[in-house]
């Protein structure tokens, strides 16, 4: 049927068809039509949305994003033709059945997703089909392998490359300001892309760019790796296994992380950047996304066994993930208590000890210290001043301001102090509360709003004395979190009053 174009100014894929063209065509809302530019001979698939208003019988509107792969003008002729139903959505079906996917239909599965030919609707059905159904480990290596194929990779001309990653669940986890320029001082390689905060208060890519812009492409990633041996950027500017950015914003309404998709999804930038070793970080506890040991220890075995697949050396860390690393939470805040380190602050414990551990695990898989000298090889590096000049290097490289200082670095404005209500140990703090009165103060679009925690579980607390510090960069914010702490109480005091309830007198 041919129909006359105008382009329509929305970011996202599909065209747009008066119902009387729709019936005609043979399509309802959600099928596909295929447009063909005759003046290039080229054509592209895309969903159907229906109206009756907003455009006339005789026209279809390109919305931009599609549009950006044919380049049609307004005014110009379109035929525009029902197409075949996509083989991806029959394997997606039977995934939901129970069924194990093929390489082939995997393949197909991830490449419709990464030209956006598939739907928000089927793209959900994926993913929820893969976390109730559950993946095997020829699937996740599969899902693994297709993510990487589609998107860019680095290639480095030498070796080894370096990478780490935290499976998340715990706030405050900053770690990686430290890592990454420790790694780096040692003389190894470590591109790291890092993601935002999708649940949380603060991903690294929202702390790095506090110090520095932290959008760069994969060639720029690799150009900045080869002249300071290590980046902190943001892996959804990367064309970086861009599926998986796809599958994360279908996750994120449902707050699920299906253990398959979250292999999928950690190695998939692992070998993309050309990593030759990788650590993962696994939290552990109640609260987090591993609540036990024994869990943990399996969810490893998977990363190690998914890593000899795709020759990538995996080590694990199980670290404690009751209570957040440090004292701090939210952009700024964090970043100050990252860089107070580097510049040699001897607290907080937490922070220090992780960093150094996970950082000396990497030395030690990479033949830069001997096997349990690598904590004390990352610790001279970080005493010595090597990783803060290391940082320094990464931050103007990538844009930033090298000499900024942790006490220039200022959390909001606007702050409200919890005090303890009584003599006592702090006898519990929440993970997920936490989390959530940071992100009601603003975290992590205001960078100044977050938490300081001042005393962590076991500290002992007399009445009155702070246990914990809001900040937000608007007072609306601030009171905001306040309500929200006020409801779900993330740190208990040992003897605190959580409610009273009575019976109903009548008169």
Request: glycine letters at 10%; a neutral charge; charged letters at 20%.
């Amino acid at each position: 049927m041919k129909l006359t174009v105008r382009v329509i100014d929305i970011a996202a894929p599909g065209v747009l068809l008066h119902k009387a063209d729709a019936w005609a065509i043979g399509v309802l809302e959600g099928d596909r039509v295929r447009v063909l530019h005759q003046g290039k001979s080229e054509s592209v698939s895309a969903i159907v949305n229906i109206t009756t208003t907003v455009l006339p019988q005789g026209t279809v509107g390109i919305y931009r994003k599609t549009n950006s792969r044919i380049g049609f003008h307004d005014g110009e002729p379109a035929e525009v033709q029902e197409t075949e139903r996509l083989a991806s959505i029959d394997s997606i079906k039977k995934k939901m059945d129970g069924e194990r996917l093929s390489k082939e239909e995997i393949n197909a599965i991830v490449k419709d997703t990464v030209d956006e030919n598939l739907s928000p609707v089927e793209m959900t059905a994926f993913v929820t089909a893969s976390y109730i159904r559950g993946l095997d480990m020829n699937e996740v290596e599969a899902l693994t392998r297709a993510m990487v194929d589609t998107g860019d990779q680095i290639k480095f001309t030498s070796h080894p490359i370096v990478d780490k990653h935290s499976i998340g669940g715990v706030p405050g986890n900053k770690i990686s300001l430290i890592v990454v320029p420790i790694i780096a001082a040692a003389g190894l390689k470590i591109p790291k892309t890092s993601s935002r905060a999708i649940t949380g208060a603060g991903g690294t890519a929202d702390l790095m760019e506090v110090l520095a812009p932290v959008e760069f492409s994969s060639a720029e990633v690799k150009r900045i790796t080869e002249k300071v041996g290590g980046a902190i950027v943001w892996g959804g500017s990367t064309n970086i296994a861009p599926a998986d950015d796809r599958f994360i914003m279908v996750e994120y309404p449902f707050r699920i992380d299906a253990t398959g998709q979250m292999l999928a999804s950690v190695m998939a930038k692992k070998s993309a950047v050309g990593a030759d070793l990788a650590v993962i970080d696994i939290p552990v506890g109640a609260g987090t996304k591993v609540p036990n040991v024994q869990d943990g220890r399996r969810l490893a075995s998977q990363f190690m066994e998914l890593g000899e697949r795709l020759n990538i050396h995996v080590e694990c860390a199980l670290t404690y993930g009751e209570s957040l690393v440090g004292h701090s939470i939210g952009p700024n805040l964090e970043v100050s208590e990252a860089l107070a380190v580097l510049e040699g602050a001897k607290a907080p414990g937490s922070l220090i000890q992780k960093s150094l551990a996970l950082s000396g695990i990497a030395l030690e898989m990479a033949g830069k210290a001997a096997r349990g000298q690598g904590y004390a090889v990352s610790e001279e590096i970080l005493s010595s001043g090597k990783a803060l000049a290391k940082l320094r290097q990464i931050i103007e490289i990538q844009g930033g301001r090298p000499d900024v200082k942790a006490a220039e670095i200022l959390p909001g404005e606007h702050r409200f102090v919890v005090n303890a209500p009584l003599d006592g140990y702090v006898v519990g703090l929440n993970n997920r509360s936490l989390i959530t009165v940071a992100r009601s103060a603003g975290a992590p679009h205001d960078r100044g709003a977050g938490l300081i925690i001042h005393a962590k579980k076991g500290t002992k607390v007399r009445q009155g004395e702070p246990i914990m510090t809001i900040h937000a960069d608007r007072s609306w914010r601030l009171q905001k979190a306040i309500e929200a702490g006020r409801q779900l109480m993330p740190v208990l005091v040992e003897g605190m009053l959580l409610d009273h309830v009575s019976p109903v007198h009548w008169v």
